[in-house]
């Protein structure tokens, strides 16, 4: 049975089907099973809290109060994010003796305003530094892939997907620098969506890159991710008109995202894209040579090594041996990156985003694999050098659309039963309205 929607689970709080009460106790029993991946996937988990805010907001619509139609849904929340009384980790232990938050963070507060209910904190890459997702802190919850075997859940916001995909959660606040809400969204069967970076505040949530960061949603549906992005950017929740597929322009770029592609990955995106074709989609493949320029940018570490070493070095300095040392190391790459280097970097981008922007015009949005990779195994990355590879392979299509200050949406394209892969849609920033609505129109399609 597939996990319900925003949409049904306001029908049913609306009809007296459900109420929030028993939707909070039933994500709080799933978690608390010894046989799931709660115990990994959650750091803490606001049982006492849920609860109340529940009751609450049963009393509130019974009074015909209820301050959305969503109130009552529980939603979880990174560890990257303020909650007031509580401390912010990042998925780290090097923050545990930090003050707790005197206030939520502005996302935090803005989905407590529409009546969501914090469910509990997620486990995260230690200060979301990996596309893989796993923390040897906290324990690294298993992708809904192969669990016997074990598969990475992908990151940063790993808990954050895999309590969606267990119905831990109904929805999560996640954030993504280069990826970490789609590819979490890819390895879990799920949909991730980064917004346009300037669209979501980003005060109240330990920063990566203060360049690359964006705060998005992950949940079971396009319709449901565009909810908690307008819940997100303080926009009014309209109802979401799905585009025909029929006159679409859709350009899969040839350079970069389609190199070294896993073949369930190859397979699935080509099967995708005949099916969008048959049913009258315009699919151009496309030079894009900008995406080149990526990799140049970031061969010394890029945004995400200058601008993290800035934020930790002294913290780093005095508790750098609690570290994973797989984030670590990442960061002190910043350390050898000069003002001067920075500042080209800067220069660059705007060229990159200018230029990209130009080529993109034409189409409605780029198309292509979310990652190269399918959800490793978690014992086959034991080995640094097999993690490197496997993290770089998660990382690359998402980045770039991060680089370029674009907008994208992870959906999920294999069949039942099959490894999960997922088909991202990118566009131009500010394109956010435009990439739901495509998406919309052909999430029930590509996977036929």
């Known amino acids: 049975m597939p996990n319900p929607t925003l949409a049904q689970l306001a029908a049913d709080l609306a009809g007296g089907a459900t109420s929030a009460r028993k939707l909070v106790e039933e994500c709080l029993a799933r978690i608390a099973d010894p046989a799931g991946e709660g115990q990994r996937a959650f750091i803490h988990v606001d049982r006492e809290a849920a609860v109340a805010a529940a009751d609450a907001m049963d009393r509130l619509r019974k009074a015909n109060a209820a301050p959305s139609p969503f109130a009552g849904i529980p939603v979880s929340i990174k560890d990257l994010f303020d909650i007031k009384g509580q401390v912010t980790r990042a998925g780290s232990r090097a923050l545990e003796d930090s003050a707790p938050a005197e206030a939520d963070a502005p996302v935090v507060a803005r989905l407590r305003q529409a009546g969501f209910i914090v469910i509990g904190r997620t486990n995260m890459t230690e200060f979301a530094y990996s596309g893989i997702g796993i923390n040897p802190h906290f324990g690294t919850p298993k992708s809904v892939w192969n669990r016997k075997e074990g598969h990475v859940p992908g990151g940063s916001s790993s808990g954050a997907a895999v309590s969606i995909a267990d119905r831990m959660a109904f929805c999560a606040l996640g954030t993504d620098t280069g990826g970490s809400c789609r590819i979490p969204a890819a390895y879990n069967g799920i949909v991730g969506f980064k917004p346009t970076q300037r669209r979501v505040p980003l005060d109240g949530g330990v920063p990566l890159s203060f360049s690359l960061d964006s705060f998005g949603p992950l949940a079971n549906s396009t319709a449901c991710c565009a909810v908690l992005d307008a819940v997100l950017a303080a926009e009014p929740v309209l109802p979401l008109r799905a585009r025909p597929i029929k006159g679409m322009r859709l350009a899969v770029p040839a350079a970069v995202v389609l190199d070294d592609l896993d073949d369930s990955v190859a397979k699935t995106f080509e099967r995708a894209l005949e099916t969008l074709s048959r049913q009258g989609a315009l699919i151009e493949r496309i030079e894009v040579p900008e995406f080149h320029d990526v990799g140049v940018m970031n061969a010394k570490g890029g945004f995400s090594a200058a601008e993290s070493y800035a934020w930790h070095r002294y913290l780093i300095s005095s508790k750098g041996d609690i570290y994973d040392p797989r984030v670590r190391v990442r960061i002190l790459r910043g350390e050898a990156l000069s003002a001067a280097d920075y500042v080209d970097l800067v220069i660059a981008r705007r060229s ?83 990439i739901f609505e495509l998406a919309a129109g052909i999430e029930g399609a590509i996977r036929v």
Do not use: Q, W
Request: charged share 20%; net charge neutral.
């Open 352 to 434: 990159l985003i200018a230029r990209t922007n130009a080529r993109l015009a034409p189409y409605d949005a780029l198309v292509m694999p979310t990652t190269a990779n399918t959800p490793p195994r978690i014992a086959d990355l034991a080995d640094d050098k097999a993690f490197a590879v496997a993290n770089l392979r998660s990382l690359r299509n998402c980045l770039l659309i991060n680089m370029v200050d674009g907008c994208a949406i992870s959906l999920p394209a294999h069949r039942e039963g099959d490894v999960p892969v997922g088909l991202m849609l990118a566009a131009s920033g500010g394109s956010d309205r435009h």
